[in-house]
């Protein structure tokens, strides 16, 4: 069972990287839908809204989902489904069904999809998709990024309106 929560009562660490609080990104709709590892993004108020923003490489299934559809999700799982949060990190929906392989089951709130396992979840609007130019990046940034096996696969920057956000009650 899921209850709307507000922003002040969200109690998670946006910085996923530094302490290995990595989410997944989910977009489509019923009957088809995609999630991947999230790594880079955070919160941010622009615009006089809260937001959500999730970096996505060109070369990611998901991305597609996320340029078709007007909603992503961002989700946190319990500790419990490390694992299926590493393989959505390690194995392409153009496999085949990844929800499916990696025990996670698709729900939907306000027509975006996430999965139910999560324990809390940021249903996003999509406000913008901004590519992200490897050129303009500090040297260091271009360097790690967006050079070598890099190259050619920059980034999307998707910044979302976060309409609502769910706990598991």
């Not at 929800?99 to 709130?109: E, M, N, Q, R, Y």
């Not at 996430?114 to 609007?125: S, Y």
């Not at 913008?128 to 050079?147: Q, T």
Request: charged share 25%; proline share 5%.
């Amino acid at each position: 069972m899921w209850q709307e929560i507000h922003a002040e009562d969200m109690n998670w660490d946006p910085f996923p990287r530094k302490k290995g609080n990595w989410f997944l990104v989910t977009a489509g709709r019923e009957g088809a839908c995609n999630t991947l590892l999230g790594t880079y993004g955070g919160l941010l108020s622009l615009w006089s809204r809260n937001c959500a923003a999730v970096a996505i490489r060109e070369s990611r299934y998901t991305k597609a989902f996320l340029d078709r559809e007007e909603g992503f999700s961002i989700a946190v799982l319990p500790e419990a489904f490390r694992d299926a949060v590493r393989y959505c990190g390690s194995h392409s929906g153009r496999e085949g069904d990844k929800f499916a392989a990696a025990g996670l089951t698709p729900a939907f709130a306000e027509g975006i999809p996430f999965p139910e396992e999560a324990e809390l979840v940021l249903l996003c609007r999509k406000l913008c998709a901004c590519p992200m130019e490897g050129a303009r990046f500090a040297p260091d940034i271009h360097r790690s990024y967006y050079e070598g096996k890099w190259e050619n696969n920059p980034h999307t920057l998707y910044i979302g309106e976060i309409v609502k956000i769910l706990r598991k009650a």
